[in-house]
């Protein structure tokens, strides 16, 4: 009996696992997912487009904008919407495609001609590789510029007025200065600038200790007008102490008609202004507090240097910092970090957990691929839109849960690294046990 069933199936033979490249098969399903891609992308920007014309039109139409740049105004604002709709144009274009198969019963039929579940959706790993890269390519380089050259256009052209901000104040990472700009342009040249700060030892050497004998002791009677005589009577060396201890630690007001920068030598240079030292504040914070008086008129100045050891920020650090951190480029935080080795750890936790998340975000679009073939596949007799709203839950789980550990991380609650890569790496490894496990 045992002999019969065995030559009755002995002509059965077992198909092997397949993954060696199925040009056939990889161009149809590539075929079949591009076009239900390219369907939902479309439909996507159009209404994204749609919704910033209705946002902002009436703002050059009031103005009798050119209409050359109203259309270059609505197409630098696109790149930073595409990057938003890749993800979601992913996951939803994955469900529909794998949707469709299981529907259609051809993910069976592909299992039975032994092709893994994997390899069924590899032509769309493919692609969800290359968007990733165009997503970290757009979030890094192009939408910053291009919602940049945005933001000018609509200054220069609805608001007809040059880019600048009024009354801009700017503090420093290390909270050990604070600039006053009355416009703040995007050059590297500004006018009426204020920098609150405390003198410290390279500004003292700088500013006060000078080479040329004469002029330190100008400066010295300038500074301390009533113990310039005591001071003066002290050998070189016990004056340079008498100096560092009566300075450092008190707050010191520039005032310059002009401060530019060099961006070769990252050295700011203050033009035709004023100094003014107060008294020692043991806080060593900006504030408004009382009792802070002056310990020397105002001495005037032509040109003072400050090197990168005494200010380190830039222009385009000062603009950074006005932006939602969450809108800057990985590359822009890390070298303001890597420069600013005193920054407050509440200001760092922020940063880099901004970082992190940066860096994980565009993976999102790789993410919906693990997202998309499983559950896609699990649903073939309920058809795709079974499919679509489990995937649109889930998504919005992830988007979630990665804005949560976001608030976590620059709170200082979580690691900044935990906080910024945790739920895409959770979310990925558990795609990707879910595809091994239904590998069959």
């Known amino acids: 009996m045992e002999k019969d069933q065995e030559k009755k199936y002995e002509d059965l033979i077992l198909l092997p696992r397949r993954w060696f490249p199925m040009p056939r098969l990889d161009t149809y399903i590539l075929r079949e997912f591009l076009i239900k891609y390219s369907v939902l992308l479309l439909v996507f920007i159009i209404l ?3 919704g910033d014309v209705y946002r902002d039109i009436s703002d050059f139409l009031e103005n009798k904008a050119p209409f050359r740049e109203i259309l270059l105004y609505f197409a630098y604002k696109l790149p930073g919407n595409i990057r938003f709709i890749l993800p979601i144009t992913m996951l ?3 469900m529909w495609t794998m949707a469709t198969f299981g529907k259609n019963m051809e993910i069976t039929a592909m299992r039975a001609s032994g092709v893994s579940l994997f390899r069924c959706g590899g032509a769309i790993f493919v692609v969800g590789l290359a968007v990733t890269g165009i997503n970290i390519y757009f979030n890094e380089a192009l939408v910053p510029y291009t919602e940049r050259s945005a933001e000018i256009i609509r200054s220069n052209v609805a608001e007809r007025r040059r880019y600048v901000r009024g009354l801009l ?3 420093s990472s290390d909270q050990q200065r604070h600039w006053l700009f009355n416009n703040f342009d995007t050059g590297n040249t500004q006018k009426n600038v204020t920098l609150k ?3 410290s030892e390279p500004m003292i050497d700088s500013l006060i200790l000078v080479s040329d004998e004469s002029a330190q002791l100008k400066m010295i009677r300038e500074v301390f007008p009533g113990k310039a005589d005591q001071i003066l009577g002290l050998s070189r060396e016990e004056r340079e102490k008498r100096i560092r201890r009566e300075l450092l630690g008190r707050k010191v007001d520039f005032f310059a008609a002009e401060a530019s920068y060099n961006p070769g030598k990252a050295e700011w240079t203050f033009h035709n202004g004023i100094f003014t030292s107060y008294d020692r504040n043991d806080k060593l914070e900006i504030t408004a507090g009382t009792g802070i008086s002056a310990i020397h008129d105002q001495i005037p100045f032509t040109v003072l240097h400050f090197g990168q050891d005494k200010i380190h920020e830039s222009p385009n650090d000062i603009l950074n910092a006005i ?3 969450d809108d800057l480029p990985t590359w822009v935080i890390w070298n303001l970090v890597r420069r600013t080795p005193d ?4 200001v760092k936790a922020i ?3 901004v970082f992190y998340y940066r860096l994980a975000f565009p993976w999102a679009c790789f993410l919906a691929v693990f997202l998309g073939i499983p559950l ?7 058809g795709s839109l079974m499919a679509i709203i489990t995937a649109v839950i889930i998504i919005v789980i992830y988007i979630v849960t990665a804005q949560v550990f976001l608030v976590l991380g620059k709170g200082g609650i979580l690691s900044p690294i935990f906080a910024g890569l945790a739920p895409t790496v959770a979310f990925i490894a558990f795609c990707a046990y879910r595809i091994y496990h239904d590998r069959n």
């Open 48 to 50: 994204f487009v749609l």
């Open 92 to 94: 939803l274009g994955c």
């Open 169 to 171: 104040t700017y503090r």
């Open 197 to 199: 700060t405390f003198w």
């Open 323 to 325: 932006k939602e951190k």
């Open 343 to 346: 920054i407050a750890d509440r």
């Open 351 to 353: 940063y880099m957990t």
């Open 376 to 382: 896609a596949t699990k649903n073939e007799r309920t």
